[in-house]
């Protein structure tokens, strides 16, 4: 009985200490990787990001292509709390349209009078979810059919900006993921068999990297993405354009992995998976492979956002995705005039979903950098 | 050190054979030739051409030959005789299109970057000799800004701020009407206001990388203890960073300075397109459009050509500074 209380009272000091003995390696990475707040922050805002774009269906409180005639540009209306002096909980304010009499410009301005309360999963347009399942559940809307809640604003043609920055967040992310896929599965096998061989192979394979690097990247872009015809089905042009964001990018992930695999070659437990008669395959996939996902997962974190970069100034001169698919490089060509930026300045918020996604993956890879050796201190 | 140029310069030849045929092949990939874009741009204007004049003129420009028959009549004219082919939409040599153009790319890039340097060292070594102060915060959160902002993106702002606040009139390099006046000091000044966008966006794009290696570089340099016998001898802080860990820092710098080349005349093409600069981008993003194939492909290939070339002269650097790769 003693016995027991004394255990019980001493047992927490020590099994922090023994923690960290029998941690396994995914939770040493996971405590280092946790004491990097700016990447937590980014896994987060890239996980809801994430999730935003896969259900923008819902998330959006419209549909990307609906054309309102009377709503064009439209500036971002406003969320209040208060309606004179009393708390009604969020809503906004209605727009009114007018025209400047004598330069026939158009004018909103906020009607005062009319009070939209913002519905939460508010039924609104249809849907078709992925093709599996038809839904007229949006996350929030207002009743009135003929005002709009436009959290950006609208563009030249009425459409709701929010809306269509969250359908383009689908494109553009997963182009960026899938990508970055195919360049992984190129740099990985190049970059495996580079390293592991050496000699006349790993020669030639460097050489081929570097012949592909001596094209300069953008023009060669460029090059590549006008060969596309503009007639071809937006869906091939898509998968296209990864294809040639990723034939370029793969080179700096197959540095990595060789670099990787020059430096563990020599270590006593390869050598005695060879000795023990383990084939090629067997040693780099079972032994090698796994010593070093850390660092892989770290360098395609980083890979991303140049795909992204990549993605949205093709698409932003017109030689990558065109309309109608909606990528956020599509929709920055709406800013590409001073003109309309001036007009329409929230027309460059897709320019700032960008800039965030590109800096959200840029701390979290290297966070994960970071964490990826957690032996290291 | 004689073998090791003389090695390198060979093994650049064959480098430069491939990269001439991708560019002859990428510029062939889209369906449909320039006849064919002309057309439809003739279509496009109310006007029509037959088949059989579409026919005439691929045969006057020989587009009917075979691939491999074409490219071995470019890429000769080019080495034999320096002549780049003829422009089908300029109606004009290539020749005569680029080297303006590529002029100009090379001043306002090599401005760009020498403000890049200017900035990354000072702000660099600034950054590690006060560690975690309030400016090297500042500094790291510009460092990181800069490097998620598409250099596109920041040139749209930058105009629509200075056109909307500041009231100024931007893009191109002139204001219409010193577009074609003779050089005066009137149009130098308008050169200049113009001038500062394109400097500011590609500086910014290159000084957020440099700043952080220059920090990284010299964070490693100052813990030295060659650094604190410096310090014990009594020499002043100024004296100590500037003469001994910047120079030691510095090296990474110039062993890349070789990859700044291609990057000159490259880098720009977007910043370029959208300020309506008269460089090499624009023209380039043209000929691509308008399937304006000897063009594009002398614009690809002049600028791998420079890439080779830098890389060359990047890697005969880092051998005169470093022995164990001149020998290895």
């Known amino acids: 009985m003693t016995d027991q209380t004394i255990n019980s009272i001493a047992a927490p000091a020590k099994d922090r200490k023994e923690d960290l003995y029998t941690a396994t390696p995914a939770q040493l990475i996971w405590r280092r990787f946790s004491k990097h707040a700016l990447a937590v922050i980014s896994l987060w805002f890239l996980v809801i990001l994430a999730l935003c774009a896969l259900f923008a269906d819902m998330v959006a409180p419209y549909a990307p292509f609906e054309v309102q005639r009377l709503r064009t540009l439209a500036p971002p209306t406003g969320i209040h709390l208060f309606h004179e002096g009393k708390f009604v909980g969020p809503f906004v304010y209605g727009l009114s349209r007018e025209r400047d009499a004598e330069t026939a410009r158009v004018l909103y301005e906020t009607d005062p009078e009319t009070v939209l309360p913002i519905r939460f999963f508010h039924q609104g347009d249809d849907y078709n979810f992925f093709g599996l399942f038809q839904s007229n559940i949006h996350l929030f809307g207002v009743d009135d059919r003929r005002q709009q809640i436009n959290l950006l604003g609208t563009d030249d043609l009425g459409r709701d900006v929010f809306s269509r920055l969250m359908h383009g967040g689908r494109v553009t992310l997963s182009a960026g993921l899938i990508g970055v896929v195919f360049a992984f599965v190129l740099g990985l096998t190049l970059g495996s068999i580079s390293g592991y061989f050496g000699g006349w192979i790993d020669n030639s394979i460097q050489r081929l990297m570097e012949l592909i690097r001596s094209v300069p990247t953008i023009p060669l872009w460029m090059g590549l993405a006008a060969a596309l015809p503009i007639a071809w089905d937006p869906i091939v042009v898509y998968v296209l354009i990864t294809l040639i964001l990723a034939l370029i990018g793969w080179t700096h992930l197959a540095r990595v992995v060789r670099g990787q695999f020059l430096a563990i070659r020599n270590e006593d437990y390869v050598m005695a998976a060879r000795l023990a008669g383990a084939t090629e395959y067997r040693i780099i996939t079972k032994h090698m492979l796994p010593s070093m996902t850390s660092y892989i997962i770290a360098a395609l974190t980083l890979a991303v956002p140049e795909m992204i970069l990549g993605e949205t100034a093709l698409s932003f001169l017109g030689l990558g995705l065109r309309p109608p698919v909606v990528s956020w490089g599509v929709l920055l060509q709406d800013a590409q005039n001073l003109r309309s930026i001036s007009l329409a300045p929230w027309l460059l918020s897709p320019g700032a979903a960008v800039v965030l996604t590109v800096l959200a993956f840029n701390f979290l890879g290297d966070g994960l950098r970071d964490a990826a050796d957690p032996y290291g201190q | ?328």
Do not use: C
Not at chain 2, 218 to 241: F, I, N
């Open chain 2, 1 to 328: 050190m004689l073998a090791f140029i003389g090695n390198r310069a060979l093994l650049a030849i064959p480098t430069l054979i491939f990269i001439s045929f991708i560019s002859f092949v990428i510029i062939q990939l889209p369906p449909g030739d320039y006849v064919t874009a002309y057309a439809a741009q003739l279509r496009h204007a109310g006007e029509y051409i037959s088949p059989l004049q579409e026919e005439m003129m691929r045969d006057q420009f020989g587009l009917n030959d075979p691939m491999i028959v074409q490219y071995w009549r470019w890429i000769s004219d080019i080495v034999l005789r320096g002549d780049f082919g003829y422009s089908l939409e300029w109606n004009a040599p290539v020749s005569t299109l680029i080297w303006y153009r590529l002029m100009l790319t090379l001043a306002i890039s090599s401005a760009s970057l020498v403000l890049t340097w200017a900035i990354a060292i000072p702000v660099g070594v600034y950054s590690a000799s006060r560690q975690y102060s309030f400016l090297d915060h500042l500094f790291t959160v510009f460092g990181f800004l800069g490097k998620g902002i598409p250099d596109f993106l920041l040139a749209l702002i930058l105009m629509w701020l200075a056109f909307a606040y500041l009231n100024m009139d931007v893009g191109g390099l002139f204001s219409p009407e010193y577009q074609n006046a003779p050089w005066s000091f009137a149009k130098l000044g308008n050169l200049l206001s113009h001038l500062w966008i394109p400097l500011v966006v590609l500086a910014t794009g290159g000084a957020a990388g440099l700043i952080r290696v220059m920090r990284a570089n010299m964070l490693d340099e100052l813990g030295k203890p060659y650094v604190e016998t410096a310090y014990a001898q009594g020499l002043s802080e100024a004296r100590v960073v500037w003469t001994y860990p910047v120079r030691v820092a510095l090296n990474p710098f110039i062993s890349t300075v070789g990859w700044a080349l291609p990057a000159l005349f490259s880098g720009d093409v977007i910043t370029a397109v959208v300020l309506n600069l008269p460089t090499t981008g624009p023209l380039l993003l043209q000929a691509l459009k308008m399937q304006d194939m000897y063009l594009a492909g002398s614009f690809i290939l002049i600028l791998s050509v420079f890439t080779v070339v830098g890389t060359l002269i990047s890697d005969i650097l880092l051998a005169w500074f470093d022995p164990r790769i001149r020998n290895a």
